[in-house]
């Protein structure tokens, strides 16, 4: 009889602690809905002082358009596209209007990374040539994982792919692809010591990729679908901006403008030929801000979103982490503003975030449980706007 009491409150107890458990799981699993500033504890004078700074440089023709989003606690405080889709022929642009991301693809890339890292296909430790043997050489032999991740790599390799590109032939049927043009980084490998030093490398995220392609044995942006946008709910996120891939979602795409000589410029416009014939891992993603506000609130919420958990929260702790701070000297890493985690650029204040060279910039606050994303397709004096607004969004919090 005492052994029965005994095993029925060992049960009460368990039950008492999955019950606790998962209480705490669902306060993290927040999913995102829409609320007002006020009732988040923002101000909404200041927040309208963004939107107007804002709509005066479109006026001005210092940015073209640009989609903003902020949201506090899993709240969209506030959500509004500005500007124009095209100003040619002056069509308005679009609140679910889709984005050319460039390097936001990062993040995402090295979430695929750590996804794997969590089914225990690799380490971050790992060497390249364990999974990729053009890798197997002494120039690229000392190059580990956590090295393409954070650009430690030793790569110099300024363009995104060598060019021309590979030619289908007998010997690669399928040609051009990932992971052939990645192997010829693995031929030429680190130009200075592995671990030393930091520079931004794009064909350092095409490797990961290409990691990523021979260890689940599917394209990149079909193992991305599968492990990241479909459990979160990123219905409007793909990887190549041609009609076969997004069909009539290809209408919602902006017309990119550069500023060549003090004037604007069309970079691309909807039906133009994408930049590469593969999809890529250092750039080439297609979003929404509110796909891109998902993505963003699964880090907020420890690596879950809607119940299904994406990262584990040590992988996802490791990638939001300053990595590189032991390559600089004490005094070197006073001057700095920001390091380097696992696909996203981390502040010193533990906020973390990323841009994109046609003008995406995202920024996610711990602290605060905020998201600010600035998107537009006219990268000119971007990021200058996007830093402003930054600013804005966290001086409207009521202390």
Known sequence: MLA???????????????????????????????SNATEEGMDQIILDAGIHMINTAIEQDKLRSAVILVAKNGKIVLHEAIGWKDKDKEIPLKKDAMFRMASNTKPVVATGISILKDEGKLNYQDYVRKHLSSFDNYRSGSIMIHHLLTHTSGFRIKPIFYKPLIRKSKENPDAPNLRLEVDRFGETGAEVETGTSYKYSNAGFNTLGAIIETLSGRDLDVFLTEKVYMPLGMNDTYHHETNEVLGEKLDRMSTVYYKRDGEWTVGWKPGYEPQYPFVRASGGMISTAYDYAVFCQMFLNGGIYNGKRILSEKSLKQMTSPQTKNIYTEEERGKRDYYYGYGWRVMRNGTFGHGGSDGTVAMVDPD???????????????????????????ASINK
């Open 4 to 34: 029965l009491k005994n095993n029925n409150k060992m049960k009460f107890k368990i039950l008492v602690f999955a019950l606790f458990f998962s209480r705490i799981l669902m306060a993290q699993d927040v999913i995102l809905s829409y």
């Open 368 to 394: 605060h449980k905020l998201i600010i994303l600035f998107f537009t397709q006219s990268p000119g004096e971007s990021n200058a706007y996007a830093d402003r607004f930054f600013k804005l969004v966290q």
